[in-house]
């Protein structure tokens, strides 16, 4: 008679019912029904990890365009501010210096041939030095704005008041009161002038003259 291991050997190694059922489970936890493997989360949703991983450059890259550009947007702000501060860093004190060329301008507009024989040394050197401040205007770009004859602009003139002419078409500049300036494109102070307008009509003129008389 065989003994239970000459048995055994003779039919083969017993078959362990318990594997194969586990090998059917883990089957089908792993087949979608579509013969693919899909790996799912704790909350049950799909994720691929080459979708999530190109997701995650494409926030990156998102996020180093928008600090290049915002860096850009920064270099050219402050490019703009040292410009406009070499142009425009004097404003304050050409504004004063056009109060110091008004006052020579005025002081020699009334110096006559009397007074020239008098104290002619003295007055060229008046005239010396507003030559002189006229040449420093000159270098820092700073220009007159007003005179006779220009179309009104409201950006550099100030109309003081309205003067009928008909040497002039209206809306041009007939007086100038006080000389304006500008630096580079900025106003420094505008002209006082005044404006021509059109003389009124000889019908008005005659209408107004019986109104006075009567």
Do not use: C, W
Request: hydrophobic share 35%.
């Amino acid at each position: 008679m065989m003994n239970e291991d000459e048995k055994q050997e003779k039919n083969g190694p017993a078959e362990d019912p318990s594997k194969d059922q586990l090998d059917e489970t883990v089957a089908e936890l792993l087949d979608d029904g579509e013969g693919t493997v899909v790996i799912e989360d704790d909350q049950g949703l799909d994720q691929d990890p080459v979708i999530s991983l190109q997701a995650e450059i494409d926030d990156l890259k998102d996020r180093l365009l928008r600090a290049v550009a915002e860096t850009e947007n920064t270099r050219r702000r402050a490019e703009r501010d040292r410009q406009e501060a070499q142009k425009y860093g004097g404003v304050k004190l050409a504004r004063d210096m056009v109060s110091v060329a008004d006052n020579l301008e005025r002081a020699l507009g009334f110096v006559d041939d009397e007074m020239r024989s008098k104290a002619g040394d003295f007055i060229a050197g008046m005239e010396a030095t507003l030559r002189e401040l006229e040449s420093v205007f000159g270098r820092h770009q700073i220009k007159k704005a007003g005179a006779i004859g220009e179309k009104f602009d409201p950006k550099l003139h100030q109309a003081m008041v309205e003067i009928p002419t008909s040497d002039m078409e209206p809306g041009h500049v007939v007086q100038v009161m006080q000389q304006g300036y500008i630096m580079e494109e900025r106003l420094l102070r505008p002209a006082m002038v005044g404006v021509s307008k059109a003389p009124p009509q000889e019908d008005e003129v005659s209408l107004e003259e019986n109104t006075s008389n009567s």
